[in-house]
């Protein structure tokens, strides 16, 4: 039976007071069901980090609450906060994050002991983990012997170690080619419908918009419905369809980030039209 897995409600954080106040996030609700990926995109400056920051309890919002298993994370004392990461949360971050003094094994075993697991059982857990990622080959090795892939493959591994809920993860694929980044999108999605774990990703990567059940598209702070959204075909960047330029030509229309990227559609041909669109 599917559960909620993370319930967001009013989530506000403000930066800076008076006429100098910055709402980095204004009211979002969101609601993640067990076992479910959603890609959270949008523009620089949107708010994404802010936001996976105040879901990973390492920023309190200014008002809102964020609750996962029945425990409410923005109220909890700052003692309980990472007793409380360490249990309910895995973080997956766009560098990776790993300790270069230790194997790949040693990096995972580390995320166990912090979770309580320590010993023999540590290390049982971090070998198996390893392998479920597909590095059994590689326990042994540091991180400057590992391609981009292998460290986020150990990432993901460490992130599970004292078995989450929930997975939050940074621009995930931003540091690895086209063919790596696919491969670590289809692992999140067999880790949600393998062990019915939810993911939240924050990514700019058109690529994790296969593997994800659900997108949401945030700007100044505030989720925008994505169907309210078109892709700009010369960019590529979504832009929402009331407000953004706009050409209508020969029964086709398009919406585009700015005048300039307009312009340039305006000027290609046919051909050339259809290939961005295509």
């Known amino acids: ?10 989530l506000t954080k403000t930066f800076g007071q008076g006429d100098l106040a910055v709402n980095a996030v204004q009211g979002v609700d969101l609601d993640v069901m067990t076992g479910e990926v959603i890609l959270i995109m ?22 809102g609450s964020v609750e996962i298993d029945d425990v409410e994370l923005a109220a909890a004392p700052e003692r309980r906060l990472p007793s409380l990461r360490a249990h309910h949360l895995g973080f997956i971050f766009q560098d990776f994050n790993l300790l270069g003094a230790l194997t790949a094994r040693e990096n995972v075993e580390l995320a166990c002991n912090l979770g309580g697991t320590t010993g023999r059982r540590a290390r049982e857990r971090a070998d198996e983990l ?6 059994s080959h590689r326990l042994d090795f540091r991180p400057d012997q590992l391609s981009g892939g292998e460290k986020q493959r150990v990432a993901i591994a460490r992130a599970l170690a004292n078995d989450p809920r929930l997975l939050l993860a ?3 694929t931003a540091n690895l080619d086209s063919s790596h980044g696919r491969e670590i999108a289809r ?4 880790l949600a ?25 945030l700007e100044d702070g505030e989720f925008t ?7 700009d075909p010369v960019c590529g960047m979504a832009v929402d369809r009331t407000s953004s330029s706009r050409l209508q030509e020969d029964g086709g229309e398009w919406w585009f980030c700015s005048d300039a990227c307009r ?16």
């Open 225 to 231: 419905e994505l169907e309210r959204m078109a892709i």
């Open 170 to 172: 940074d621009e995930p």
């Open 42 to 63: 949008g523009p620089s400056g949107s708010g994404k980090t802010t936001l996976l920051l105040m879901l990973g309890a390492m920023l309190r919002p200014t008002a």
């Open 1 to 10: 039976m599917t559960s909620l897995a993370l319930r967001v409600r009013d």
């Open 263 to 278: 312009d340039d559609f305006a000027t290609r041909s046919p051909h050339e039209r259809q290939e961005l669109t295509s």
């Open 130 to 135: 390893l392998g479920r990622v597909g590095l």
């Open 193 to 217: 419908e393998e062990d019915g774990r939810s993911v939240v990703i924050v990514s700019h990567d058109e690529r994790l918009r296969e593997v994800a059940d659900r997108v949401l598209w």
């Open 187 to 190: 692992l999140l999605r067999r």
